[in-house]
C-alpha cells in the first residue's frame, strides 16, 4: 500500500512560483505512474500533469502547460510540481496520486491518493 504526502503548499502572489512535492513510502515507487490533480472550491477535481514511472513521459493539462513542469527522483521516491507564472485561478487543494496501470489525466484511473495541500494565489 502506498502512502503519499504532499508538502510545499502556501500563499503566492500572482506571477511568483511555488514547488510542490509528493513523497511515497510502503510501495517500489518505481512502478507507478504519479498524477497532481487539484480541487478548488465548489468546483470538481481536476487533472493537472502526469509523470510516466520511469519519468521519460509526460503530459500536461492545457490550463497549466508552459507554467508547471512535472518530474521525480525514484531514488528519493518523491515527486515534484514546480509551478510558475502562477494565476489567481490556480488557486485549489493540490493531491498528488499513484497508480500502476494507466498514464492517465482521470482521477477513476489512480488507486492512491494524499491529503492535499493549499496553494492560493493573491491578485
Known amino acids: 500500500q502506498v502512502q503519499l504526502v504532499e508538502s510545499g503548499g502556501g500563499l503566492v502572489q500572482a506571477g511568483g512560483s511555488l514547488r510542490l512535492s509528493c513523497a511515497a513510502s510502503?510501495?517500489?515507487?518505481?512502478?507507478?505512474?504519479m498524477g497532481w490533480f487539484r480541487q478548488a472550491p465548489g468546483k470538481e477535481r481536476e487533472f493537472v500533469a502526469v509523470?510516466?514511472?520511469?519519468?521519460?513521459?509526460?503530459y500536461y493539462a492545457g490550463s497549466v502547460k508552459g507554467r508547471f513542469t512535472i518530474s521525480r527522483d525514484n531514488a528519493k521516491n518523491t515527486v515534484y510540481l514546480q509551478m510558475n507564472s502562477l494565476k489567481p485561478e490556480d488557486t485549489a487543494v493540490y493531491y498528488c496520486?499513484?497508480?500502476?496501470?494507466?498514464?492517465?489525466?482521470?482521477?477513476?484511473?489512480?488507486?492512491?491518493w494524499g491529503q492535499g495541500t493549499q496553494v492560493t494565489v493573491s491578485s
Open positions: 510502503g510501495g517500489t515507487f518505481s512502478n507507478y505512474h
Open positions: 509523470i510516466s514511472s520511469g519519468g521519460a513521459n509526460t
Open positions: 496520486a499513484a497508480n500502476r496501470r494507466t498514464f492517465g489525466a482521470r482521477a477513476y484511473e489512480y488507486d492512491h
